[in-house]
C-alpha cells in the first residue's frame, strides 16, 4: 500500500464515537476553571463600580476616600485609560470617559485584599452624574428625533466591511439588493407581510465571565481567563494598552460554557487594567450571577418586517426584509451580528428577488455581544414562521414548500454566491420522516390540543475573511505525542475531535495523543476564535496538515535511514512498516533521537516537529450597496427542527412531546459529539423559545438571576429526541466536515411558533412562548373564555 | 464579624477550621480547604452547581452557613473516588457522554449520587425531578439521564 493510498482513504477514528477525553476531570471535579486556580498570597480582588443611568454625562468622580480605605491597593477610573478597545467598530474604553451608556457600564473599580473590602470600597466611590434623555427602542434610536448616544460615531475605526452612518444612532447598515423586489410583487399570487419581536436574552453559561490578570515591572503581562479567544484577546487587549503581543500572555483554562459570549473581549480588560496599577499582584475580577445577568453581553433584541410572496405553484420570487437590531450602548461586535443578519436574510431559500437593511441601532441597553447563532436565530423566527404562513396561503403543503424552495446546490443565493453542494432535501424529508409529518396524532386528554412544525434554517461562519488556525504536533521519547491547537475545549468536544484526527492521520492510537493544555498563547499556536461554529472546519484542517507534515518526516527519516522508498512504507499503530522488506521500527526508538547509520558511524534524522496552518484565502468582499460578491461567505451549514406539541387549553402550558434535529456537516468526526451539539443546542433553543427573556424597566434589568429568568431544565425537555446527521461534503473540510455548533439552537423558536399555530390556530409574533401569553392569546383569538 | 471554630468531617476527614460567622459552606469547602470541586455558579441557591451532601443530604452548599456544618459530616465530589477509582455513575457518564463544558458537572454528580441512595431504582420521571434543580447550559439532559438509569440498573 503506497503512502498516496493511504492518503485517500479515511483513517481510522475519523467517523469513530470516540469517549470524550476531557471527562475524568470533570466528573471528578479536578478540572481546573480559572477560579480553580490557586494564584498564592498576592492576590488581589477587583470589584467593577458600574452606572445606575442608562444615560448620563460623568461630571465628576471623587475617589479620595476610596484609596485610602485599609486593605485598598488600586482604584482605577476611565481617566487612566483613553484607549479604544473593540472587535471590529471601535466605540468603547475600558472604563466610561466622558459618559455612560447603559446601566451596569463600568465606570471604576478598586483592588483590594478581600472581596469584602473591594466593595466596601467601591461605596466610597463617589460619582457626579447629568442624567441624559435614554433611547430603549432601536425603531426610535433610528430616528431623526433620538437623543444621539455616540456623537463620535463618523470617527470611529472602523474595517472597511461595516458602514455606520454618521450623525445618527446607526452603527451599521448593511444592504442587499438581489434582483427587481419592488417589480416582483405583482407576478406574486400570494403574498405575507408581518412583524417580529425578539427579545433580549443572556447566554448565561454556567461559569460566570473571570479574569486575572498579573503586570509585571519587567513589562510582561499574564491573564488567565474564561476564553474562547485566547489570541484574539490577546490582540484587543495588547493593541489597546499598546503592549507588545510578544509580553502579552493569555491562557485559556477549561470554559464553562462560552456559547459565543466569551468571545473578544467583554469584561476581561478590567483585571488587566487594575493589574497595571499593583505590579507584581494578581488581580482576580469575577462576575457574580447578578452581574453576568445585567452587564454581560447579551443577545440583540431584534424588531424584523418580513414581505415574502410566490407564485402560484408556491415558487418565492420576492423577498423584502428590514431589520432594526437593539444593539445597545456600544455595538463593537453587534455590527458584525446585524450584517450576517443581512446577508442571511432570506433563510436557505433560492429566492430571485431580495431586498434586505439591516441596522444596528444604538440603544441605552447592556452591549449586544455575540451567542450562538450569531443572528440566525433572531432571523429565523420571522423566516421560519413566515415561510410557514405563506405555503398556508397558497394551499400548500409545508413540506413540499420547504422542498420547492430550499436552496440547493448550484442556486445563486441572496449574496450572488453560487452554492455548494448542500443536504436541503435529505434534512428536510428526514425531518418530515422523523415527525411523522401529515399523522395527526389525538391529544392526550380532552381539555388539550396537539400540533406539528417544521422549520429550515442555515448559518454561515462570519468571521474576517482572513481568519485562520495552525497546529503542531510533537513526538515524544516514547513515542506519545502532543497536538498544539489554540482552539479551545468549551464542552463541545473539540480536544477530542481533534485527537481523532491528529491520532488517525499520523497513525498512532488514540491514547498515544495529549493536547498540550491550557491553550496558552505563550506555546500554543494561533487560532483566530473558537467560535462560528469554525473549529472542526478550519482547525480540524490545520491538524491534518500537521499530523500529515509530522507523519511525512518519520516516514522520511526511515526512508533515508534504509534506503528505500518513502512510497513503501506505512505508519500504523505507533510503528513504520515497509512493504518492501518487512522490516518495522516504533516511532519512540527513534523520533526525538534518530537512527544511527551502520556501526554507529553517523545518524539520520532529528526530533520530529510537524506543524500545519489553514486560512481560507478565497473569500471576495460584498458590494456595499448590493451585498452581492463572488464568493463572500466560506460555506453554509443547513438544517432544521421538527417538533410535536400539546397545549393545554386551561393554563396554556406546552407539552414538547418529540423534537427532531437533522443537520448536514458534511462529514461528522465523531457522530456521538454531533449528536450531543444537536440536543444540547436544540435544548438552548427551546429554552429561548418557551422562557427566556430579559426584562427592562427604564434600562433596569429587572430580572437578573435564574428564578426570575427561566432556563430549562431536565423536566421541560422532550422525553423523544430523534437526530438525523446528513453529511454531503465540504470541498474544503477534513474529510468534508462543516460545522454544527451553532445551528441547533437557531430554528426552536421559529418552529415552536409553527407548532403553536397548528394546535390551536393562534400566531404569536415574539417569544418566548410562555403559557401565559399562549393563553391570554386563545383569548384573544375566542378559543377559551 | 466574629471567628467561630468549627470541627467537622469533609470526604472522611476531620477537619477544625475557624471561620467568619458569614462564610457558606461552599466558599469555606473552595477557600479554606481547597476543594475546587465543588463549583460557584450563582451563590445564590438557583442553580444546584455547588450541591455537596450533609449528613447524607443533598444541600446547595453556598446556602448553608459554615457555622452550620459544625459537627456534620460533609462529603464532596472529591470524596467519591478513591485513589483515581470513579465510582460506576461517574464512569457511566463518561460513557454516556453526559458531561460537555463540565461546569455543572460536580453538583449533577452529587444530586445523582444522593438520589440513587434515596432510590435506588428511580424512574425517569424521578430521574428528571431529582435533577430539575441543577442547570445544565450544555447538554439537554439526555445523556445525563441515561447515566443515572444506568447506574441504578447496576444496583
Sequence with gaps: MAVKNIKKQIPDLIGENITRIDSFEKVTGSAAFTDDVQFGPRLLHGKIKRSPHPHAIIKKIDTSKAEVFPGVKAVVTGND????????????????????????????????????????????????????????????????????????????????????????????????????????????????????YVPHIQPAPMETHIGVALAEENGNVTLWSSTQSPFEQRNQIAKALGIPRNKFRVVGNFVGGGFGCKAGVTMEALPVAIALKVKGHPVKVRLTREEEFYTNFLRQGLVIKVKVGCDKKGKLLALENTMYWDGGGYTDYGVNITRAGGFSCTGPYNVPNVKADSYCVYTNRPIGGSYRGFGMAELHTGIVQIMDELAEKINMDKVEFLLLNGIQGGDINQTGMVMHPVGTTEVIKSLAKGIEWGKKNPPSAPNKRRGKGIGFIWKAPTQPPNAGSSAWLRINEDGTVNLGIGGQELGQGSFTAMSQIAAGVLGVPLEMVKISSPVDTEYSPYEWQTVASRLTWSCGNAVKAAAEDARQQVLQIVATAWQEDVDDLDLKDGYVVSQKSGKEIPLKDFAVTGIPKENFNGWTGGPVLGVGSFMPTYVTGMDKETGQGEHPLVHWTVGGEAMEIEIDLDTGQLEIIKAVNSFDVGKAINPELVRAQMIGGYAQGLSAAMFEEIKFKDGVVENPSFVDYRVVNAIDMPREIETFIVEVPQNDGPWGARGVGEHPTVPTIGVLGNAIHDAIGVRLYGPPYTPEKIFLAMVDAGIVK | ??????????????????????????????????????????????????????????????????????????????????????????????????????????????????????????????????????????????QLVEAIQAAANLQ
Excluded at chain 1, 470617527?155 to 452612518?165: A, Q
Aim: aromatic residues 6%; hydrophobic residues 40%; negative net charge.
Design chain 1, 81 to 196: 485609560y483613553p484607549q479604544y478597545i473593540g472587535m471590529y467598530l471601535k466605540d468603547r474604553f475600558i472604563f466610561a470617559r466622558d459618559r455612560v451608556r447603559f446601566v451596569g457600564e463600568p465606570v471604576a473599580a478598586v483592588a483590594a485584599t478581600t472581596e469584602e473590602i473591594a466593595e466596601e470600597a467601591l461605596e466610597l466611590i463617589d460619582v457626579e452624574y447629568e442624567v441624559l434623555k435614554p433611547v430603549f427602542d432601536p425603531l426610535y434610536g433610528a430616528s431623526p428625533d433620538a437623543p444621539l448616544i455616540h456623537p463620535d460615531l463618523g470617527n470611529y475605526d472602523v474595517p472597511n466591511y461595516i458602514y455606520p452612518v454618521s450623525g445618527t444612532n446607526i452603527a451599521n447598515h448593511f444592504k442587499l439588493r438581489k434582483g427587481d423586489v419592488d417589480s416582483a410583487w405583482k407576478d406574486c399570487a400570494a403574498i405575507v407581510e408581518r412583524q417580529y
Design chain 2, 1 to 142: 464579624m466574629a471567628i467561630h471554630k468549627i470541627s467537622l468531617k469533609v470526604n472522611g476527614q476531620q477537619e477544625e477550621l475557624e471561620v467568619p460567622s458569614n462564610m457558606t459552606l461552599m466558599t469555606m469547602l473552595r477557600e479554606k480547604l481547597i476543594l475546587t470541586g465543588t463549583k460557584n455558579a450563582c451563590s445564590n441557591g438557583q442553580c444546584g452547581a455547588c450541591t455537596v451532601l450533609m449528613n447524607g443530604q443533598p444541600v446547595q452548599s453556598c446556602l448553608v452557613l459554615a457555622v452550620e456544618a459544625d459537627g456534620a459530616e460533609i462529603v464532596t465530589v472529591e470524596g467519591l473516588s478513591k485513589n483515581g477509582k470513579l465510582i460506576p455513575l461517574q464512569e457511566l457518564m463518561i460513557e454516556k457522554g453526559a458531561v460537555q463544558c463540565g461546569f455543572c458537572t460536580p453538583g449533577m454528580v452529587m444530586t445523582a449520587y444522593a438520589l440513587l441512595q434515596r432510590n435506588p431504582h428511580p424512574t425517569e420521571e424521578q430521574i428528571r425531578e431529582a435533577i430539575s434543580g441543577n442547570i445544565c447550559r450544555c447538554s439537554g439532559f439526555v
